[in-house]
């Protein structure tokens, strides 16, 4: 009989009964209760300032096109190319933080971070009439996007590094945690900066990641063997099952935040205004469904078909609540739907893929993964329009379509052990 204590050696069988948090064993418990927890509460707080990133930014879009004087298309464009960097630096920074070390990628990505807002802060005091805005801005968000890029997926090869098949699921989920976390303070911590200064949000900004460096070094981490990982062989065959996961929920969340507002104008006869403020505390409330799922019921659960049936059944009555809803409390349960899949589907196949790539695959797999999330979301939130346009509906739609296709791919998951 095989030794169950060899991780390396430990099959990780997908069964429907893998939804149930009994199901985790007494060892796997132990083994998760001995993941250390500084480790853990870094790196999400390094996620977390990416996240924070993500939205206070947005909620600092009025402001900068009056302060620097371009146009909503040429911000949107600059913005749009750091995204589109993602798809280069996301694989490229995790491949190198096998040769050079997860922490001092982690540290390339927190500068990053930091110095490109601090560049934007200083390009809004030259006024609006200054030159150079339009290249500035351009420069920061591609610095932003090459450094940054690499951030999430180095942290979630570092925690694969440091912990079993057991574990993986509950660590990945609190680091999914603390980067919905700063997308939720994001819009708050914005709004009340900006009463103390307009500048407000872009110091956030700037020393945001501080926190996160000077703790970096509390972070346990293991060593790499960078010839061995060059060498070693990726089973892509089967983790490209979890990479179309991650590509159908990032396009089912693109498709269902892009229409949604509209929608609220259309079928609801909201202003822009009242239709911008339902959306927000909409998606606070969603964040908040996340962070809670994700920090105490997922890492009691292990990954599997069940948690992939159930995230994505709720994420096809999601799309089936937006599409239906005669009034506001359907949009309501659609985004409680909306969270609970995510905080679901997330950790779930981001841990198989992972359980999937063994040692020395980490850092690809989780750039793959980075690259299937930036490419599903922008897909969708390109194709939204136009659904939008032909028939208002029918992103929502799209949404469910999504969410059931994904129950047929947790079928096609076959018990066959990923090592």
Known sequence: MRDASRTDAAEITITDASIAPQAASARDQHQYESVDRR??????????????????????????????????????????????????????????SDRIGRRAMVIVGLLGFALSHALLLWQLGRGPHWAGHDAMLLAGRVLYGLTVSGLVPTCQAWLADLSTPGQRLGVLSRLSAGLTLGRLLGPALAAASLWLSQDGPLWLLSLAACPALLALPLARTTKTHAAAIAKAKVPWRSIGLWLSLAFAMQAALGQIQYAVGPWLGVHFGLS??????????????????????????????????????????????????????????????????????????????????????????QSRVAGALSVAHTVGFSIATALAGALFDWWPVLPFWAAAGLGLVMCVLAIAARRSPAH
Do not use: D
């Open 272 to 361: 822009s205004t009242a239709a911008s403020a339902s959306v927000g505390w909409m998606l606070t409330a969603t964040a908040a469904i996340v962070i809670v799922l994700q920090l105490w019921i997922v890492p009691r659960c292990r990954p599997g078909r069940g948690m992939l049936w159930i995230g994505a059944g709720v994420l096809a009555l999601s799309g089936i609540s937006f599409a239906s809803a005669s009034n506001m409390s359907g949009i309501w349960l659609g985004f409680a739907a909306l969270g609970i899949a995510s905080a679901l589907l997330v950790p779930t196949y981001t841990a198989l893929a992972s359980l999937s790539a063994g040692k020395a695959g």
């Open 39 to 96: 480790t853990v509460i870094v790196l999400a707080a390094s996620v977390l300032v990416m996240g924070l990133g993500q939205t206070t930014l947005l909620t600092f879009v009025p402001v900068l096109l009056e302060r620097t004087g371009l146009s909503p298309a040429r911000v949107a464009t600059a913005f749009a190319i750091g995204s589109a960097l993602f798809l280069i630096g996301a694989p490229a920074w995790s491949r190198c």
